[in-house]
């Protein structure tokens, strides 16, 4: 989840299209700097709070304070559901382009919403859809 939500696996075609191979360099290096401290991070507060049922909020108040963990929780969550709903928009085009042949998002218009509205009304709609089954699951 840190992979995709700090990378994106649309910013690894844009890093290609914009750097060609000179871009796995720098993948290598985001992944010595950034990923392995955090992964080395992550599985430390993981085996001090073992015993602990709540996540980063668990963390966050075993190292600060339960005000400084509320709100370290809220503003990663928060941040979160905006990364998804900004995200969905890769998906949106990438569907309208495997339905069309082309990107046809910007002469999406419905009422008074214009393209972006619409892009960002389905993004938003999509994000419910996967809530909704992720909280239903799914027996068929």
């Not at 989840?1 to 994106?8: R, T």
């Not at 985001?30 to 080395?40: C, D, K, N, Q, T």
């Not at 941040?79 to 998906?91: K, M």
């Not at 382009?97 to 009304?121: C, E, M, R, Y």
């Amino acid at each position: 989840m840190i992979f995709s939500a700090i990378f994106g696996f649309s910013n690894s075609m844009t890093a290609f299209y914009q750097m060609g191979y000179s871009s796995i360099i720098w993948y290598i290096v985001a992944a010595v700097a950034f990923f392995l401290p955090s992964a080395l991070m992550f599985a430390e507060y993981g085996a001090t709070f073992k015993e602990a049922k709540g996540g980063i909020y668990s963390w966050l108040k075993g190292s600060t304070n339960e005000k400084f963990a509320f709100i370290g929780t809220f503003i990663w969550l928060a941040a979160w559901v905006v990364w998804l709903v900004s995200s969905t928009q890769f998906f949106i085009v990438a569907v309208s382009t495997a339905l069309f042949g082309s990107d046809k998002t910007q002469t999406w218009g419905f009422g008074p919403f214009n393209s972006n509205q619409v892009v960002g009304i389905l993004g938003v709609l999509f994000i419910l859809l996967v809530t909704f089954l992720a909280s239903r699951g799914i027996d068929k």
